[in-house]
């Protein structure tokens, strides 16, 4: 199975920072890689597919990048609507894995 | 609008079985790959399981830790996918979401998960 580590778990950090996250793959996953964002008591929304391609309707600030076993979310300008859980997935190979989630709070 | 809406969960026994159904809307559930996700309490998201699309034969894929007592269906006729949970262990205890897949590799939209909990 492919493992995914993401860093650091936890995040703290102020309006208008900005964020980023890593994404690990324990092999190459051709790219197929995507990233949610999770609010409590909450499905899981995309934001970015295929490593770095925005979903329709994400703001801008969030962009994605990385290639080969490393990935990374990054948000230019944390927005108070941003507080939240990030999971990134890998989708090349089965059984399909997820990240263990990066926890952004309020510093 | 696409909508799923999941349902079915709620409290079951060790070894026991429960059913849960994802209706669609908003789209034909039969053009789409789809999937199966849970998340145990303060845990991360655990893939469940996969149905491709009637076009592939509705062949499925699962996780390890519920091959042989899980089983991912299609009904067609109510344009929905099925979970049929079998031998439940307490460790299944988890809110349960379906998804549809854009392309094999995109899962876009998600419904709102239903709730099963595992225990005597």
């Known amino acids: 199975d492919i493992q995914l580590t993401q860093s650091p778990s936890f995040l703290s950090a102020s309006v208008g920072d900005r964020v980023t996250i890593t994404c690990r793959t324990s092999q190459g996953i051709s790219g197929y890689l995507v990233w949610y964002q999770q609010k409590p008591g909450k499905a899981p929304k995309l934001l970015i597919y295929t490593a770095s391609t925005l979903q329709s309707g994400v703001p801008s600030r969030f962009s994605g990048s990385g290639s080969g076993t490393e990935f990374t979310l990054t948000i230019s300008s944390l927005q108070p609507e941003d507080f939240a859980t990030y999971f990134c997935?890998?989708?090349?190979?089965?059984?399909?894995?997820f990240g263990g989630g990066t926890k952004v709070e309020i510093k | 609008e696409v909508q799923l809406v999941e349902s079915g969960g709620g409290l079951v026994q060790p070894g026991g079985s429960l059913r849960l159904s994802c209706a669609v809307s908003?789209?034909?559930?039969?053009?789409?790959?789809m999937d199966w996700v849970r998340q145990a309490p303060g845990q991360p998201l655990e893939w469940v399981g996969r149905?491709?699309?009637?076009?592939?034969?509705?062949?499925?894929e699962y996780a390890a830790s519920v091959k042989g007592r899980f089983t991912i269906s299609r009904d067609d006729s109510k344009n929905s996918l099925l979970l049929q949970m079998n031998s439940l262990k307490t460790e299944d205890t988890a809110v349960y979401y379906c998804?549809?897949?854009?392309?094999?590799?995109?899962?876009?939209?998600w419904g709102q998960g239903t709730l099963v909990t595992v225990s005597s």
């Open positions: 149905s491709r699309d009637k076009a592939s034969g509705y062949t499925t």
């Open positions: 997935q890998q989708l090349n190979n089965y059984p399909l894995t």
């Open positions: 908003g789209f034909t559930s039969s053009d789409h790959y």
């Open positions: 998804s549809r897949v854009h392309g094999s590799r995109m899962p876009d939209y």
